[in-house]
Each structure stands twice: as C-alpha cells, then as structure tokens.
C-alpha cells in the first residue's frame, strides 16, 4: 500500500461522514487519522487510527500534532473546529518544515472570518452588500432615530459559532440590559430573506474556485443546517466567485448567504468543512476527491454547478456503541 496519501483530521468530534469520505476517496493511497480529546467522540471510530489527545489549550499541544505528522508520515492535516483552523493557519509553516501540509487560508484571512465585525467591515468595503452591523451602540442608536435602521436587531458576539448567545432584541432596554452584562457584542441587522448555504472549494494550486454547491436552508439545529434543497443561481455562484478570488481564501470553506428582493447578501465565512457538507458529497460535489488531486500535485477542473437542482437533505441521529474496554485497548492516548 502506498502510504504517501496519510491524512490527518483535527477534533472529529460528531462528523462522522467527513471521515468516511475520506476513507473511500482515499482508498488505498493512505490511511486517515483523526484525533479528538474525549474517547466519547465518535467520529474517532470512523478512522484507520485514531489518537486521544490533550485539549488544544493545553500547552505543547501544537508539538503533539506535529509529533503525530511526522511519525504518521502525514501528508495534509485540517481541523473540523474553529479555534484550531487558527493555530493551523499560525503554525503553517511548522508543518510544512516536516512535510505536512495543512488545508487552512491563511492567518489573516482566518482571523477576519472568526470576527463578524471585521468581515462586516471588509464586505462593505469591497461592496458585498451584507447585514448593517456595529459595535457602538450610541452610533446605532443614532441611525433608529434617523431611520436608517429599525428594531428588532440581533444582538450577538463579535466572536462565535454555532449560533451560541444570540438575541432578537426589540428595545433600548435590551439592549442596554445585554450590553452590561456581557462583553465584546456587536449589533446586527435582522432582514427577512430566504437563507442559503455554500459549500466552495478552492484549488490549492491553482487558488480558484472549482466547486460550488449552493443550497436553500428549511430546518436549522444547533447553528447547523438540519434540512435543505440543492438550488442553482448563477447570479449567486458569480456573487461567491469575485468574492473567493477577491479574499483570497484556499481549500474549503462555508459561506452563509440570505437573498433579500432578488439580492443577495453575504452573512458569515466558516474556513473549513461546514456541518451541512455532506448534502454537497451525496450530490456529487466531491471535495475529498479534489483535496487529494491536489495533494498529488494536479490542479482540479472547474466543476462548478456541476451537481441536480431538488435533491434534499435530512439529517437524523443515528448511534456507535462501543465496549468501554475495546476502546481503551484500541487508542492511542498521547499525554504531554
């Protein structure tokens, strides 16, 4: 077996089909290695191998990994959760000094991602027509009583995922009320729209985009998309094209997208596999198969739009279970 195709997946946590695609797309050219710090996980059941590994706050965590890289002779590493897209973006090259290359934009671009201000301010200034948003409550409350902007309004962290402590708020007083009890909140236009969800693939050679799949969000769970439809819209895929190219993003991203009177307005950027990912892979638009062409060092044909309009998404829990001792026998516990 060829073992040069080794992938590492950073805390699988609950995605169980990320690790399954890979394994089929990989076949026989590698192996596919996951890690997360709970045996409890159960995507770590889906891998060759799998490693229990410290939490990603703890310190020497990073040199864990890169440990794990070199004994695993890893070719490319990515991470299904946020704070750790942004050490992979900090210590690239570390990785790439022992021959791993990690599937990440770089640390500048990630940064604005996880920063819903930052990104507000960069659309706007690049004429993405996106949510008004601020961070001074003062100036928000100037532009209600110049009706640029009417209640209600989200209230939410500048900083934050899956949907975590965000507030329809209707008043003054709401605000105030949310404002002194907790830090660092920006406020945000609620427009009523129809939300959409793009899964993109940049080519890590050639750093255009050759995979889009768009698709109309009906149920949401958890900040995740629970049910959707595939659409196509060619103005959309345009839309998220200039915007690729522009930002300069690499590998896989999420984008979330609400079209309001016929426009379309950019919401948020997740740089890496998002949670509805797999409804893109059951269509046909396969971003294993186009990371490992890359990986081999082929750049990817434009297939974008390439997957049928109709085809819907459900998603429904399903279980592992394990003996408790299997598990201890079979893992690789790393302790720093």
């Given at each position: 077996m060829n073992e040069d195709l080794n992938i590492l997946i950073l805390s699988c946590g609950t995605r169980n089909k990320i690790v399954q695609y890979f394994k089929k797309e990989l076949s026989d050219m590698g192996n596919v290695y996951v890690t997360d710090c709970s045996e409890l996980a159960p995507a770590l059941y889906e891998g060759d191998q799998y490693f229990i590994v410290p939490k990603m706050t703890d310190e020497g965590y990073l040199e864990t990994i890169l440990s794990i890289c070199k004994d695993y002779s890893v070719k490319a590493i990515f991470s299904l959760i946020d704070p750790e897209i942004s050490l992979l973006a900090k210590n690239k090259q570390a990785f790439l000094d022992i021959?791993?290359?990690p599937v990440v934009s770089d640390l500048e671009i990630v940064e604005m991602c996880f920063n819903k201000y930052q990104m507000y301010k960069y659309l706007v200034?690049?004429?993405f027509k996106t949510m008004k948003s601020y961070i001074d409550k003062d100036e928000f409350y100037r532009d209600v009583e110049a009706r640029k902007i009417n209640y209600p309004v989200f209230i939410?962290?500048?900083k934050g995922s899956a949907s975590n402590n965000i507030n329809i708020v209707r008043s003054k007083?709401?605000?105030e009320l949310l404002f002194n009890r907790f830090d660092n909140l920006m406020i945000q236009e609620l427009i009523n729209g129809v939300e959409y969800g793009a899964d993109v693939y940049i080519d890590m050679l050639s750093n255009d985009p050759v995979a889009i799949f768009t698709k109309e969000k009906i149920g949401m769970?958890?900040?995740?998309?629970d049910k959707a439809i595939s659409v196509k819209d060619h103005n959309m895929f345009n839309?998220?094209?200039?915007?690729?190219k522009i930002t300069g993003f690499n590998g896989v991203i999420d984008i979330d997208i609400f079209k309001v009177n016929g426009e379309y307005y950019i919401s948020e950027v997740n740089p890496r596999f998002g949670g509805g990912y797999p409804h893109a892979y059951e269509s046909g638009v396969n971003f294993p198969?186009?990371?490992i062409k890359n990986l081999t060092g082929n750049i990817n044909m434009d297939e974008i739009g390439n997957y049928e309009e109709g085809i819907?998404?459900?998603k429904y829990n399903d279980v592992k279970v394990f003996s408790k001792n299997t598990v201890q026998n079979n893992s690789i516990r790393i302790q720093l």
């Open positions: 021959g791993t290359i200034k690049n004429n939410k962290p500048i007083e709401e605000i769970r958890a900040g995740e998309t839309l998220i094209n200039r915007f690729v198969r186009m990371m819907c998404m459900m």
